[in-house]
């Protein structure tokens, strides 16, 4: 399975869409629902696939000249 | 101060558990049915996913759907039940929502899960609702007072034990979120009202889904609930509903002045309690009176 994170702004716009035509009354096909549930899988995927980044460790100072020590 | 001519004919966990921390907050929500405007992001949150989490588990196990299918059925419910809702919560929106529901189906498999829900002739116990009188009766209509639960399933342990599961939506899952969950009268409650209806249960079962900006966390908890701790529950629950009519008749009601005016980001009634006049701010407050056996939001 590809773990390529989908366009976030994309998917967001296509949700809306989505439930904008649900609240309109609008007959879905179920295929749509499953689409969005996939494309919410990837991205999961992706995320927990990509590498985590190290958290920088805040550089010690000097107090009197704020080198760094 | 007004005291209402009513009291309330059900009363449920969330009211005794107010009244316990401080009466009058209970008069103010429950009493005068006052509650800030709007809808609370976390009761919707959790409302919507606990409604997904039923439909999918009526679609995988009752009507036997495969899982995609099934998660496409409860990503329908979900959308239709977030409705027009918008917040501007950092973490907790429809996507989010829906993210939760594929994350916990991912983190528990249905096909290999220890617990799944009870199927008794063709009828799934998810969303299990009650409401059962208590040997009190109400101080106006002489009716007997009824305590009223709804968890999301009575499910089967393991293939063997029933047990009570609730899923619960929260922000964080730190090493003490586990802990509060050990004496929680809302769990007791619902074990005493599943005995009631044929169902003893072993245990209770919390499953906690945290909503984080980079994913989601689970957790999952197992509590026991015997006899002589629903017992125990239920002695303390009638002594706490006599205290509430009491108070009822007395007309007082009395503020904790304490922990319970900020816990949870602090009460929603900290505006009249800090005001010499609290009448000056009822108009920041709409009357919405509670039904406990009605939709929990």
Redo the contacts between chains.
Sequence with gaps: MSTTNPDPLAKARHLNDLRQRVLAGEDIPPEEYREIIADIRQTRLAAAAAPVRPKAKPTKLNPDTLEPL | MDNPSSFPAVIDSSMRSQFVACPHSFFRRYMQGLQRPGTSVHLHFGSCFADGIAAFRRAFYLDRHPT??A???A??EI??R???AEFTHPTKS??TC??A???YV?HYPPATDHLKPLIQDDTIHTEFNFGLPLPIRHPVTDEPLLYAGRFDMLGVLHGTGKAIVDEKTTSQLGDTWGNQWRLRAQFTGYAWGAAEFGHAVDCVVVRGISILK???GHAEVIEQRPQWMIAEWKDQLLRDIRRMIATWKDGHWDKSLDSACSSYGGCTFLDLCTSEHPDRWMGDYEVSHYDPLGSVE
């Design positions: 995609d299918i998660l496409g059925i990503a329908a959308i239709r977030w409705g027009t429809l996507e829906l993210g529901l594929e994350a991912a980079r994913g989601f």
